[in-house]
């Protein structure tokens, strides 16, 4: 099951390896636009991840999440190619990095219903995750809004290339800011899904990871906040 990892200083963080964590958010469905944020990194065995699947977006209650068998309600979005697993290069920088590379799309749109999967479009610019955890992190956000009962609007924020460390602090305020991310300088992703049949009764923040030790995902902060 996930773990709760104590760093040097005291301070905790969440580690997933090969497994998933989905909690229900304190404002429930209540909400018309929501940002999910998460400051992370994954540990690296200085080797390529080749099957890699990281999504992290919005479920319908914990009980039966994004992987598993049936599914009842997710969105959110899919680092890497739009199928099933991708690769992720690593580069030993510094720092340290895992490049989703822009040939396979820095990421996908994913709605899971019943079991069911379905990718709709992605970008195609390059996407880091910083490889060493312990010295350097870097953020992701997503932001999904309610458009109509059939049409969601979800823009995800990549990282364009390895950077040394987005802090705290920085995360923080690139929550708070809702056109324009804080001072980071990286593009989005964004996509409309139309014709969408879920329930639209996301309550939970849901983030599945597939790989397992020496390449766990190690998250300091994760986020949610409500703009609507």
């Given at each position: 099951?996930?773990?709760?990892?104590?760093?040097?200083?005291?301070?905790k963080r969440l580690r997933l390896g090969n497994e998933e964590f989905a909690r229900t958010m304190s404002i429930g469905a209540d909400w018309g636009k929501v940002?999910?944020?998460?400051?992370?990194?994954i540990n690296s065995a200085t080797n390529n991840l080749t099957y890699a699947q990281l999504v992290f977006g919005l479920s319908q209650g914990?009980?039966?999440?994004?992987?598993?068998?049936?599914?009842?309600?997710?969105?959110?979005w899919q680092f890497g190619f739009p199928a099933v697993y991708?690769?992720?290069?690593?580069?030993?920088?510094?720092?340290?990095s895992y490049r989703f590379n822009a040939a396979a799309g820095d990421g996908v749109a994913?709605?899971?219903v019943a079991g069911v999967t379905t990718a709709f479009a992605?970008?195609?610019?390059?996407?880091?995750?910083?490889?060493?955890?312990?010295?350097?992190?870097?953020?992701?956000w997503l932001?999904?809004?309610?458009?109509?009962?059939?049409?969601?609007?979800?823009?995800?924020?990549?990282?364009?290339?390895?950077?040394?460390?987005?802090?705290?602090?920085a995360f923080f305020k690139s929550m708070e800011d809702e056109s324009t991310y804080g001072a980071f300088g990286n593009t989005t992703s964004a996509v409309t899904v139309t014709g969408?049949?879920?329930?639209a009764l996301w309550d939970s923040v849901d983030i599945s990871w597939n790989n397992s030790m020496p390449n766990s995902l190690e998250i300091a902060e994760l986020y949610v906040l409500r703009y609507q």
């Open positions: 099951m996930a773990e709760i990892i104590t760093i040097v200083g005291g301070r940002r999910i944020g998460m400051r992370f990194g914990t009980d039966r999440p994004y992987k598993h068998a049936s599914c009842r309600d997710f969105i959110g991708t690769v992720g290069t690593y580069t030993a920088g510094p720092p340290k994913l709605s899971r992605s970008g195609a610019t390059d996407n880091y995750v910083c490889a060493d955890p312990a010295s350097y992190l870097m953020c992701s932001d999904i809004q309610k458009q109509t009962s059939s049409t969601i609007g979800i823009t995800f924020r990549r990282n364009t290339s390895a950077v040394t460390t987005h802090t705290q602090e969408y049949a879920g329930s």
